[in-house]
């Protein structure tokens, strides 16, 4: 009895913690249909910001258009809803203005991948101390339906009904290219290692993506016959393999397969502290 | 052939007739529902299209540009944020002289953040050498891009239809759907005399100096003032072969009006029925629905203006600083005429706000009465 009692109690504490980080007059539930992976998305980077101490004040998040673009509506942070795409270009107004500041940019595959493509690699570019959580559901959920640039090729969208003739992006490895110096993938099955790896993204001095690999039951699952959200989560978890297991297999056996955790980490110069070295060099000179 | 189709259908449904070549497009709320329809029967074979999927707005019609200049028909949808994208190219359309057809459903401009209707967008675009289009019903959605793309072809100039998203675009209504050949008769393939050719190699849009570029400014400030007569002349024969007929300007009830109230799109059809229910108890309001802002058919408002009567329009767009940009236009438009007529400016439903009947009916009352700001913004159901 005491047992569950205890249970119970830390149970309370966790989703106490979440709860702690919603905007107090704001109506619930979520725009999110049932299901959808953005909830579990959110609650993972709260118990992060939690778990590295952060106040409210100190966080922007910052977001552009799409379902998952709504996350910061919801949440108690300081926040900026900005126009489709262009989310990480904010961002960098808002860093570059309050270094001091943790700012993190929540976006999905159409908004930070298409339309906003060309900022996402600038910003991995240089590097700037913004963590970007980018929530690939492989299609477009809030317009309905229609093929991202992550969905992949043959898939079935509401633009793409015969099947996606284009070859879809990896964002992770995209980032990598284009100079992020922290890239990490997770999935909305893989609930404690998301967390951590949002911890580590937002304690890493410098870019920093997360992509959470996440389930859109309403289009791409019905659309694709990929079944209900539970088996969609499922699916993440058959096809993911960690970094670690990966070097055990063979090309052959990780077929269909994708990786998760830390991808790619390095300490390159982060831009903001680049720019003041120049800035006291050149100021130190008068 | 009598089916019940939303705004939206109708315009994928008009594109098919079109026999467009090349369409492309982004998704944005409440233009979305247009592309898809587009995709799936570009896709099923039942269109003869290519359907180019982009990564923004601005390659979107980024991709029309350079579709156009091969010389087939092209079409692309959008709305609001993604029209403001697309600016930059919207200039370069018209400069380039190609005939591109769009349909933008009016959607108020951000910040604060917003999917509902009011004329923001489109009407900011005025300067961009677009003809623009306003429809208050799906029949008449789907006849106006018909009508586009002959009259884009023949002016060289690109041509944007207008509806109000929601009010009119995820409405349904029974419209008349012509046949193929009789669309076929009515708009031939397009026959382009400038284009991108393998066989007679051009370049276009190349660097101008300054002793050059005034001279295509003003071709094209020519082609549009000879483009109310190509569109009348489109519309009349638009009337014989399928036996709708349209004006620039449509009047409604003004035979000895005291009150003439101008409006267009969704907010024209409330006047509608609201003039025609004043009328029922012996007031003497009009209605003159406004169907185009470029060219601006002043002509139009001329020939039904009863002198004496009180003139108003109700704008569903706001230019800060001026006002409501028909009210505007209107009133340049009338001086240089030589017209010296007061013109009330009401701007109301914006984001989405209803204009109502009781507005309607206020508005008529503040005119009547002379308690309506002569010169000033008169504000249609603000809180304040």
Redesign the interface.
């Known amino acids: 009895m005491a047992t569950v009692e205890k249970t119970k109690s830390v149970e309370k504490q966790k989703s106490d913690v979440v709860l702690n980080y919603f905007r107090p007059r704001k109506k619930l539930p979520t725009v999110w249909c049932a299901g959808c992976g953005n909830g579990i998305v959110m609650s993972a980077l709260i118990r992060a910001i939690d778990k590295l101490g952060y106040s409210k004040d100190e966080v922007a998040m910052v977001s552009g258009i799409g379902c998952t673009s709504r996350m910061p509506i919801y949440l108690d942070f300081s926040a900026l809803h900005t126009t489709h795409g262009r989310a990480l270009a904010f961002a960098t107004g808002i860093k570059f203005a309050k270094p001091h500041m943790k700012v993190i940019v929540i976006t999905g595959d159409g908004d930070c991948l298409a339309i906003g493509g060309n900022h996402f690699i600038h910003a991995c570019r240089r590097n700037i101390d913004i963590t970007a959580i980018l929530i690939n559901n492989h299609i477009y959920g809030m317009t309905g339906g229609q093929g991202s640039p992550t969905t992949p090729s043959g898939s079935i969208s509401t633009t793409t009904p015969y099947g996606n003739v284009e070859k879809n992006f990896d964002p992770c490895k995209l980032a990598e290219a284009a100079g992020a110096s922290f890239v990490a993938r997770g999935t909305v099955y893989h609930t404690p290692q998301l967390e951590k790896a949002i911890t580590k993204a937002l304690d890493h001095n410098g870019f920093s993506l997360v992509e959470v690999i996440s389930n859109c039951h309403t289009y791409y699952g019905r659309l694709n016959r990929r079944g209900d959200a539970v088996s969609m989560l499922n699916a993440f978890k058959e096809n993911s393999v960690t970094t670690a297991k990966a070097k055990k297999l063979s090309p052959e056996e990780m077929e269909g397969k994708f990786l998760i955790g830390t991808l790619h980490e390095d300490d390159r110069t982060e831009f903001c502290d680049e720019y003041q070295k120049v800035v006291d060099a050149h100021m130190g000179e008068k | 052939m009598n089916r019940v189709m939303s705004g939206n259908e109708a315009v994928s449904q008009a594109v098919k007739l079109s026999r467009v070549q090349v369409i492309s497009a ?4 409440p233009q ?2 247009i ?2 329809k587009l ?2 029967i570009c ?2 074979g039942e269109m003869d299209a290519k ?1 180019v ?1 982009v ?3 601005h390659s979107a019609m980024a991709t029309l540009i350079g579709a156009s200049s091969t010389g087939v028909r092209t079409f692309t949808a959008t709305s609001s ?1 993604g029209l403001a ?1 697309m600016q930059e190219l919207l200039f370069w359309v018209s400069g380039a002289r190609l005939p591109v057809v769009m349909v933008n459903v009016n959607r108020a401009m ?1 910040a604060p ?1 917003t999917i509902w209707c009011d004329q923001t967008d489109s009407v900011s675009q005025r300067d961009t050498g677009w003809l623009q289009f306003y429809c208050w019903s799906n029949q008449e959605i789907l006849d106006s891009v018909i009508c586009a793309f002959r009259i884009a072809e023949e002016l060289l100039i690109p041509c944007m239809v207008c509806h109000d998203g929601f009010f009119i675009s995820h409405t349904h209504e029974v419209l008349d759907i012509p046949e193929q050949n009789q669309v076929d008769a009515f708009l031939p393939p397009r026959k382009a005399e400038y284009k991108l050719d393998t066989a007679n190699p051009r370049t276009f849009s190349g660097g101008t100096m300054p002793s050059m570029f005034m001279e295509f400014r003003y071709k094209v400030q020519a082609a549009f003032e000879r483009a109310q007569g190509v569109i009348d002349q489109t519309y009349e024969q638009f009337e014989q072969a399928f036996g709708r007929g349209y004006h620039a300007v449509e009047a409604y009830y003004t035979d000895g009006a005291e009150i003439l109230l101008i409006a267009s799109g969704s907010a024209a059809s409330t006047v509608y029925h609201t003039v025609r229910q004043m009328r029922e108890s012996g007031r003497k309001v009009g209605l003159l629905r406004m169907r185009q802002l470029r060219p601006l058919p002043v002509e139009g408002v001329l020939k039904h203006l009863t002198d004496g009567a009180a003139l108003a329009v109700i704008d569903r767009n706001l230019s800060p600083g001026t006002g409501g940009v028909f009210t505007q236009e209107l009133r340049a438009a009338l001086h240089r005429n030589g017209v010296d007529y007061r013109v009330h400016e009401f701007v109301g439903g914006l984001g989405g706000r209803d204009i109502t009947a009781a507005d309607i009916e206020k508005i008529c009352d503040d005119l009547e009465n002379k308690t309506a700001d002569p010169a000033g913004i008169n504000w249609v159901g603000l809180n304040r």
Request: no cysteine.
């Open positions: 982004y998704p944005i709320t979305t529902s592309s898809e995709s799936e896709g099923s359907f999927k990564e923004s707005e944020q994208l951000a953040w």
